[in-house]
């Protein structure tokens, strides 16, 4: 079964929540399983959850809102982080086989999904288009669709008209009709009767795009030509308000008089039944690719006047179906046609139902989809060297070294009991931190704990505890503002102790959730913790694991020859976990004898207790003290069991890093703790929790050397690669900071190489005619025509410089052509004898009026005799863009910044 890890942007119940609705509750549950990411409050969530779909609420916001334009990249980039973490862990933690991000206003699945390398596919429902993102410019939408190709297996778009487009950006584009549920849309025939009323109605959001107003003008004008038949016209407007815009189509009404005609609906949930109610459907959007609601209206058997947009041009048969209007003029006369030839109507109904079963019903669109998906494995995705490149970059984006932060002083409360968690979440990471001169740290356990300590410190760092005088001192801190950072690595919620037995069920833990909510940040390491953290916090932060490194401990590891030790180190109370494994270690016991050793450190099975073969070893508080110990035990088969419950799910993957660290080969429950990190038979096994699965994995591993050394060297590797201090470190450290950082501040988080992509996208961009040389970047020579993308900072322009260079003498013309979109402005030409290669070469071009910040496009192409020369480009603005297309393969026309002086 593959897993399918859906990401939706929207939260309402518009066409693409309803293309969402139809492919999750319709896709085959025996073939498929469906798991959906929505932002907060989603209509659909509590319907999913009721069929038993997981669902996720994370803060996913739109990366292009309406009125975006370049330099709002600003503005996400800094976020990105706490967007696509949640994401990168729920692929992990759930070992998803494909993500499917439902249209295109965001792509933080396609990087996620890029990182994490697994396959994408992004399911686009429209264009970036002009008169939405009126301030977004051309060459940002080019290099999105691009972007958009790159980042996945298939580009799915929801019209053959959109794949079209498409195909000019990208050659893995594809299309899926939408499609809805027939059956639903209870089909009845439109028979419109001499005096009856033509009752016409339009569902979507009152806003420019959808045009409502179109409608409203098309009516003014059938009451002037034709006023005996307005009064039997009802037009009604389904669904949610701009309220500018509605209340100027009231008004309009008011103007027109045509209040007995309109009427305002707001949104309905039972609009499958309510469209019975009318025989005449209009859409009137500027644009649209395939409108779900023209599909619905078709279904139920309604004749649809559309305006000239993709969406009813695919779906109108002219004449047929219904009718293509290009002006209100024109369909205030399709209007009065309908009305005075009924047939029209009654014939329009049975083919518009007759295509939407035929072309767009909802069994086709699923299967459609469900194709896809069967076509896509892993081989399907880009492959670990993209992985690791996007996952590279985007640390670059929403990192900083280091060396970037501010020195923190920090108070580590912590309970003796707690050793491990103490060394591993605070000792070992704070003095890699001290190492860097970034933290001062003071550790005290409650006996030691002083108000003083806590006023002198800039961050309180509290571990496990959330007992009363933990509570105590988060309110003490608050008090004093200052910030309280606990970390917690269990779920205390899932785990009851009564009569000294643990018993694992859900329950209210008023405490424990009291420290969840009033901390100022809540640090854990796994995603079950994570989310049920989420419930009642938004500034929970799932840090990376990570591992020390025991190089110096196994130098020159080997093993002696003769006999395999098994182990398994933890604390007590490990019981349940092994209710399956001690029965599986009795017959391994019994049938290998003296050929093998059993080791347990800390917790033991009493039933193994008295076995020959059998040794047991104290726990051990100090951390470092363990591991040189557990380095001398030379194991060669490490043990996870692991029951499957709440309170388990809640735990990390310690045991996997811990014996792989050590070459140690591991068995590992198959659950969510484990199974996202370990792959079967690769880095460790993972087993089902019964008594043969464990006795024929362990049996596996004893019989079959290759397999197990192989396993060891592999997960070893991946430990060295993946599990590194300096990314949990950096994490922590970037919470001890988040509290005490300015606007300012947090502006230098991004990338340093957005400065000049700040300059580039907003248009702040002042070259100077005296120029840095360090700052010049020789380009290739001009061979064809080459086209930059310059920004004009002034509204009035009459000269333009370029800095021109040579390699050897040349001979020949240069001619440089000015554009505004696609229409020349102004074309000089001069031979290169006339420019100056030491200085700037500036070109009068009479006079250029364009708004300030406008966006000009400088073409540049030569002629030769002799020789060839190029262009100097801005190597501080060049790098960040360079860095991404070089490395995607994308083409590189349009992306250069051109070193040029405009002069007024």
């Known amino acids: 079964m593959k897993k399918i890890l859906i990401i939706s942007p929207t939260g309402g119940y518009a066409g693409i929540d309803v293309c969402l609705e139809t492919l999750v509750c319709e896709m085959d549950k025996t073939k498929y399983i469906p798991i959906v990411v929505f932002p907060k409050d989603a209509i659909l969530k509590p319907k999913f959850e009721e069929m038993g779909i997981i669902c996720y609420e994370l803060p996913i916001n739109w990366w292009f809102p309406v009125g975006f334009s370049g330099n709002d990249l600003l503005h996400v980039l800094p976020t990105l982080r706490e967007k696509v973490d949640p994401l990168i862990n729920i692929i992990k933690d759930n070992t998803i086989d494909i993500v499917l991000s439902n249209t295109s206003v965001c792509y933080d699945g396609a990087i996620a999904a890029a990182i994490c390398n697994v396959p994408h596919l992004f399911f686009i429902h429209a264009q970036y288009t002009s008169n939405i993102y009126t301030d977004m410019q051309q060459e940002t939408r080019e290099f999105?669709?691009?972007?958009?190709?790159?980042?996945?297996?298939?580009?799915?778009?929801?019209?053959?008209?959109?794949h079209d487009f498409m195909c000019q950006y990208t050659d893995?584009?594809?299309?899926?009709?939408?499609?809805?549920?027939?059956?639903?849309?209870?089909?009845?025939?439109?028979?419109?009767?001499?005096?009856d009323s033509l009752n016409m109605v339009c569902v979507g959001h009152y806003n420019a795009n959808k045009q409502q107003d179109f409608v409203l003008r098309a009516l003014k004008i059938l009451k002037e030509i034709r006023p005996e038949l307005i009064r039997r016209v009802t037009f009604t407007m389904i669904g949610p308000g701009?309220?500018?815009?509605?209340?100027?189509?009231?008004?309009?009404v008011k103007e027109y008089r045509l209040e007995k005609q309109v009427v305002f609906e707001g949104f309905r949930d039972d609009i499958y039944n309510y469209l019975g109610n009318f025989n005449l459907y209009i859409n009137s959007s500027i644009t649209e690719n395939l409108p779900m609601s023209v599909i619905e209206a078709m279904s139920c058997g309604m004749p649809v006047l559309g305006t000239p947009n993709d969406g009813t041009l695919q779906l109108i048969q002219e004449g047929k179906t219904g009718y293509i209007t290009n002006s209100p003029e024109i369909m205030a006369n399709r209007i009065i046609y309908l009305i005075d030839h009924p047939k029209m109507v009654e014939n329009m109904s049975e083919q518009g139902r007759k295509r939407a079963e035929s072309c767009f019903s909802d069994q086709q669109y699923v299967r459609n989809f469900e194709k896809v998906f069967d076509g896509v494995d892993s081989s399907c995705s880009k492959g670990c060297h993209f992985a690791d490149f996007v996952g590279g970059f985007y640390e670059s984006i929403v990192g900083k070294s280091l060396s970037k932060y501010p020195k923190k002083?920090?108070?580590?409360?912590?309970?003796?009991?707690?050793?491990?968690?103490?060394?591993?979440?605070?000792?070992?990471?704070?003095?890699?931190?001290?190492e860097r001169d970034l933290v001062e740290y003071n550790s005290v356990t409650p006996q030691q704990f002083k108000v003083e300590d806590m006023e002198d410190a800039d961050v309180i760092y509290c571990l496990r505890y959330y007992d009363d005088f933990a509570y105590g001192v988060l309110r003490a801190a608050k008090k004093i503002n200052k910030p309280f950072v606990w970390f917690i690595d269990d779920n205390y919620s899932a785990l009851k102790i009564e009569n000294n037995n643990v018993i694992h069920k859900q329950f209210t833990n008023e405490l424990y959730e009291r420290m969840y909510k009033e901390s100022s940040a809540v640090v854990v390491n796994s995603g079950s913790l994570y989310h049920f953290g989420r419930q009642f916090t938004d500034n929970i932060f799932r840090?990376?694991?990570?591992?020390?490194?025991?190089?110096?401990?196994?130098?020159?590891?080997?093993?002696?020859?003769?006999?395999?030790?098994?182990?398994?180190?933890?604390?007590?109370?490990?019981?349940s976990d092994f209710d399956c494994v001690v029965p599986a270690l009795q017959r391994i016991i019994k049938e290998y004898g003296s050929r093998i050793c059993v080791e347990?450190?800390?917790?033991?099975?009493?039933?193994?207790?008295?076995?020959?073969?059998?040794?047991t070893f104290d726990f051990m508080d100090d951390y470092n003290e363990f591991r040189k110990f557990f380095a001398s035990r030379k194991w060669d088969i490490g043990l996870g069991p692991l029951k499957d419950t709440e309170f388990n799910r809640s735990k990390t993957n310690n045991k996997y890093r811990e014996y792989s660290s050590f070459h140690v080969a591991g068995i590992f429950s198959n659950m969510a703790t484990y199974n996202y990190c370990v792959q079967d038979g690769i880095n460790g096994l993972l087993v089902k929790n019964t008594e043969d699965a464990w006795y024929y994995a362990i049996k596996k591993l004893l019989d079959n050397t290759t397999l197990r050394e192989t396993i060891a060297e592999n997960a070893w590797g991946d430990i060295k690669k993946n599990y590194s201090i300096e990314k949990f470190a950096k994490a922590l450290m970037n919470v001890f900071c988040r509290y005490h950082t300015g606007s300012k501040e947090i502006q230098d988080?991004?990338?340093?190489?957005?400065?000049?992509?700040?300059?580039?996208?907003?248009?702040?961009?002042?070259?100077p005619r005296a120029y840095d040389p360090e700052m010049l970047c020789f380009s290739k020579a001009i061979i064809k025509p080459r086209k930059y993308k310059v920004f004009c900072e002034s509204p009035a322009v009459r000269m333009i410089g370029i800095l021109f260079g040579q390699e050897v003498p040349s001979k020949g013309t240069v001619t440089i052509k000015v554009y505004t979109g696609r229409h020349l402005l102004r074309s000089i030409t001069k031979t290169i004898k006339e420019l100056d290669f030491s200085y700037w070469n500036y070109f009068d071009v009479d006079c250029i009026y364009c708004a300030a910040g406008k966006v000009l496009t400088v073409e540049i192409s030569a002629e030769y005799t002799k020789g060839m020369i190029g262009v100097f480009e801005d190597r501080s603005k060049r790098s960040f863009w360079y860095k991404v297309f070089n490395k995607l393969g994308f083409p590189l026309k349009g992306m250069d910044t051109l070193m040029i002086d405009f002069r007024s």
Not at 410 to 434: E, G
Not at 755 to 761: I, N, P, Q
């Open 144 to 162: 999105l669709y691009m972007l958009m190709g790159k980042l996945s297996y298939k580009v799915i778009c929801c019209s053959k008209l959109l």
């Open 172 to 195: 893995n584009s594809m299309y899926i009709y939408n499609g809805v549920d027939v059956e639903k849309f209870k089909y009845k025939k439109r028979i419109l009767g001499d005096q």
């Open 242 to 252: 701009e309220p500018v815009y509605q209340k100027m189509l009231k008004n309009m």
């Open 409 to 434: 002083k920090v108070l580590v409360l912590y309970p003796l009991q707690a050793m491990a968690t103490y060394y591993i979440a605070a000792k070992i990471p704070l003095d890699y931190l001290v």
């Open 543 to 575: 840090l990376p694991t990570y591992q020390v490194n025991n190089d110096t401990l196994i130098k020159n590891f080997e093993r002696e020859k003769g006999t395999l030790t098994i182990g398994f180190m933890g604390t007590l109370m490990r019981d």
């Open 600 to 615: 347990f450190i800390g917790y033991c099975p009493k039933e193994l207790k008295e076995y020959n073969h059998v040794k």
């Open 749 to 767: 988080f991004i990338y340093p190489s957005l400065v000049g992509m700040r300059s580039a996208l907003s248009g702040e961009t002042s070259f």
